[in-house]
């Protein structure tokens, strides 16, 4: 039997719709992978490719990017007129609840520079 999953979803996190998706084989190691600002999860196709037979993979659409809301102040993540921009802190945050919301203990996380 194929273990290989492609699954996409949203959860609203912290009032802001994150969009994510599954890639890989329930029971290998998670991998969760996170893209730099001014990208989205797609920016990993190529990788996912290459590892998706050894691990099962978590690709998710930050805050502001990508199939993930803008949240209730704004495109862009950036707050709207008067209001604060969105920080990395916020972004981690979100990440962290979405994690905490899927059940998921310790995983392996990769990324890239924001």
């Given at each position: 039997?194929?273990?290989q999953t492609e699954d996409r979803t949203e959860?609203?996190?912290?009032?802001?719709?994150?969009?994510?998706?599954?890639?890989?084989?329930?029971?290998?190691?998670?991998?969760?992978?996170?893209?730099?600002?001014?990208?989205?999860?797609?920016?990993?196709?190529?990788?996912?490719?290459?590892?998706?037979?050894?691990?099962?993979?978590l690709l998710i659409d930050l805050h502001g990017?990508?199939?993930?809301?803008?949240?209730?102040?704004?495109?862009?993540?950036?707050?709207?007129?008067?209001?604060?921009?969105?920080?990395?802190?916020?972004?981690?945050?979100?990440?962290?609840?979405?994690?905490?919301?899927?059940?998921?203990?310790?995983?392996?996380?990769?990324?890239?520079?924001?």
């Open positions: 039997m194929d273990d959860s609203v996190i912290r009032g802001v719709r994150l969009s994510y998706e599954w890639q890989g084989h329930v029971g290998k190691p998670i991998l969760v992978l996170t893209h730099s600002l001014v990208w989205d999860r797609e920016m990993f196709e190529d990788l996912v490719s290459r590892l998706v037979d050894s691990w099962h993979i990017h990508g199939r993930s809301g803008h949240g209730p102040d704004g495109p862009e993540g950036q707050g709207g007129q008067g209001s604060p921009p969105l920080t990395l802190e916020q972004m981690a945050e979100d990440c962290a609840e979405l994690l905490k919301s899927l059940g998921l203990g310790a995983v392996h996380w990769a990324g890239l520079s924001m």
